[in-house]
């Protein structure tokens, strides 16, 4: 199983930019997918996530309102919208996914994508 991150990009504050995930070798059994991010000197934390049916979805307090996790099985792919833009949200996204329910730990899940850089500037 691998995941591939991208669509990270420089964007300024009140911005949007659209991140997407790619699983390959996916697993035959139903599995969580989420996003993580990780600030330069802190430590990697838990985004957003959406259950193998789409009506599971869990965000962190700091995106409520303004990120949007999706995903589409048949594409193997999972999407992170993010809306209205801070510097604080300037980070290193990782997508990731893990058998059966979503969590929000990141030693719960078992397959990391590579991550992908997004900036915002004021």
């Known amino acids: 199983v691998q995941l591939q991150a991208f669509g990270g990009g420089l964007v300024q504050v009140g911005g949007s930019l659209r991140l997407s995930c790619v699983i390959s070798?996916?697993?035959?059994?139903?599995?969580?997918m989420a996003w993580f991010r990780q600030a330069p000197g802190k430590e990697r934390e838990f985004v957003a996530a959406?259950?193998?049916?789409?009506?599971?979805?869990k965000y962190a307090d700091s995106v409520k309102g303004r990120f949007t996790v999706s995903r589409d099985n048949a594409q193997n792919t999972a999407h992170l919208q993010m809306n209205s833009l801070t510097a604080e949200d300037t980070a290193i996204y990782y997508c990731?996914?893990?058998?059966?329910?979503?969590?929000?730990?990141?030693?719960?899940?078992?397959?990391w994508g590579q991550g992908t850089l997004v900036t915002v500037s004021s």
């Open positions: 990731a996914a893990r058998p059966g329910n979503i969590r929000d730990r990141v030693s719960q899940y078992d397959y």
């Open positions: 070798g996916r697993p035959n059994y139903p599995y969580g």
């Open positions: 959406v259950a193998w049916n789409s009506v599971i979805l």
